[in-house]
């Protein structure tokens, strides 16, 4: 059900308030004018959360990613987070893990087509996408997990509300896992409410609607999980999960914040789920490998390891895995599918916001086109679709 996965720590409550007093006085001063919200000629949408840990921020950028690419050159800018780099780095082909993160460089390498770039100060990371020679091009940049960074003030705000950790439901850090007051959900555009039960029932959707409270001017979306076959880290062909059998034997490895959602989505094609679980970003060291390799070794067959994508960028390459692991070890790769039938609403609204927003853009032609052929016809002009100022 929804809010399952929150825990809240009561005796931390105290200084729970006195977090959020902080963080009040810190988005006062961004609503007063004190700090300062930069705005950008090319479109920004930013995706992000008010929660610590994975709502399913990247899944959501990669779906961004695949609507806009054929469309116009995006460019993805992300903190990148517990990389061995400092400043501006714009990701190429001989780029590692280590120099702009897990999530980024599972990005840069999945799309080829994209400027991936990563840096702290978000304001110069797009200033640098827009007028640096090699990527002065850009048409739109998707900022990667970026509600709290207030400087940078995106066209479409689009937060993350994981089902299973509704914010309604928690509090600040440290007593949960907040970032910001839930109220500050009123900043967002949009809101996507991830991670939903494929069989989530109408009258759940209306409870939650009813929950989240939004504004008019706010649009609420669902979101659930789609697997894509598991594809071979090493060596091996892609499989599907229906080729897992009762009798399997799956060591479940993850460095992620939410495992459990995996675990409960892998449970119909197995029950015999072993959990290796390693903190969010977690950089796999020897004593580690070692650890997947022995408790790989007493796991009765048939077997296999299953590991997410972020995993995988930070255990390929690793030296000492055994053989045995090699030859068994797969990521799960995974997209995010719209409920409701809302897919095609969502799109539009990101495409006419780039449209409307992007000069230079194919869209922003082709709707120049339209308009010129129009005039030679009679009924309705093309119609676009924006949003408010923020």
């Given amino acids: 059900m929804e809010g399952d996965f929150i825990k809240i720590r009561e005796w931390l409550l105290p200084l729970s308030w006195l977090y959020g007093a902080g963080v009040a006085i810190r988005n006062q001063m961004f609503e007063m004018g004190i700090l300062k919200s930069r705005s950008f000629k090319v479109p920004v949408i930013s995706v992000g959360n008010i929660t610590v840990g994975g709502s399913g921020k990247t899944p959501h950028v990669e779906y961004l990613v695949r609507l806009l690419s054929d469309k116009v050159k995006v460019a993805v800018l992300s903190r990148g987070y517990k990389r061995k780099t400092r400043g501006y780095v714009l990701a190429d082909k001989d780029t590692t893990m280590r120099d702009i993160g897990d999530e980024p460089y599972q990005m840069a390498t999945k799309f080829r087509d994209i400027y991936m770039a990563v840096d702290a100060n978000r304001c110069r990371g797009i200033e640098r996408l827009t007028t640096d020679e090699t990527t002065n091009d850009t048409d739109v940049v998707l900022l990667d997990d970026a509600y709290q960074h ?13 089902y299973h950790r509704l914010i ?3 509090k600040l850090l440290p007593a949960g896992r907040l970032r910001e007051p839930k109220q500050e959900k009123n900043r967002a555009d949009i809101v996507i409410v991830t991670k939903c039960p494929r069989d989530l029932k109408p009258m759940e959707y209306r409870v939650l609607t009813k929950a989240l409270n939004l504004y008019a001017y706010q649009k609420l979306f669902f979101t659930t999980l789609r697997y894509k076959p598991l594809k071979p880290i090493y060596q091996g062909e892609e499989r599907p999960l229906e ?12 460095g992620i914040a939410s495992p459990r959602q995996m675990m409960i989505d892998l449970e119909p094609y197995t029950k015999n789920i072993h959990p290796l679980v390693f903190p969010d ?4 060291r020897k004593k580690d490998i070692r650890r997947i390799n022995e408790t ?22 690793n030296q000492g895995l055994d053989d045995d692991v090699r030859h068994n070890i797969y990521m799960l790769p995974v997209e995010v599918e719209f409920m409701l039938d809302q897919q095609q609403e969502f799109n539009e609204k990101i495409i006419g916001y780039v449209r409307k927003n992007s000069r230079n853009s194919i869209l922003a032609k082709a709707k120049d086109e339209h308009k010129s052929d129009n005039r030679n016809h009679s009924g309705n002009g093309s119609r676009t679709i924006s949003f408010r100022n923020n």
């Fill in 150 to 162: 207030r400087y940078v003030k995106p066209g479409i705000n689009i937060l993350l509300v994981d």
């Fill in 243 to 254: 080729s897992l059998t009762p009798d399997h034997h799956v060591l479940l490895l993850t």
């Fill in 168 to 170: 309604i439901y928690d």
């Fill in 296 to 317: 790989f070794a007493t796991m009765p067959s048939p077997k296999l390891i299953i590991t997410t994508e972020k995993d995988n960028a930070r255990l390929f390459g």
């Fill in 281 to 284: 970003h977690h950089q796999f």
